[in-house]
């Protein structure tokens, strides 16, 4: 059975960084598209970055030039890079691939 676990949210100032994890057992990493997702309080679910299995990547206007995802195939590990975060940047971080979800992992940003 596939599973999918973050972890790295935590609290952290305007301006800081973090870098959440995601790791992936049950099932060969290597050949799936990845993608972290966010949901704010009372608001939608969005896609915040995607990874395809050749390493292309993509991500939303609202985090360009400030969030890195990444994978470490061997490790069967997806990353999110997180720098100069900012107030709005404060929501529940999923992994997801295809059908499957993590549980999410909390990023509080705040002063």
């Known amino acids: 059975q596939v599973q999918l676990v973050e972890s790295g949210g935590g609290l952290v100032h305007p301006g800081g960084s973090l870098r959440l994890s995601c790791a992936a057992s049950?099932?060969?990493?290597?050949?799936?598209?990845m993608g972290w997702y966010r949901q704010a309080p009372g608001k939608q679910r969005e896609l915040v970055a995607s990874i395809t299995s050749g390493g292309d990547t993509d991500y939303a206007d609202s985090v360009k030039g400030r969030f890195t995802i990444s994978r470490d195939n061997a490790k069967n590990t997806m990353y999110l890079q997180m720098n100069s975060l900012k107030s709005e940047d404060t929501a529940v971080y999923y992994c997801r691939r295809g059908i499957i979800w993590g549980k999410g992992t909390l990023v509080t940003v705040s002063s």
């Open positions: 049950g099932s060969i990493f290597t050949f799936y598209n």
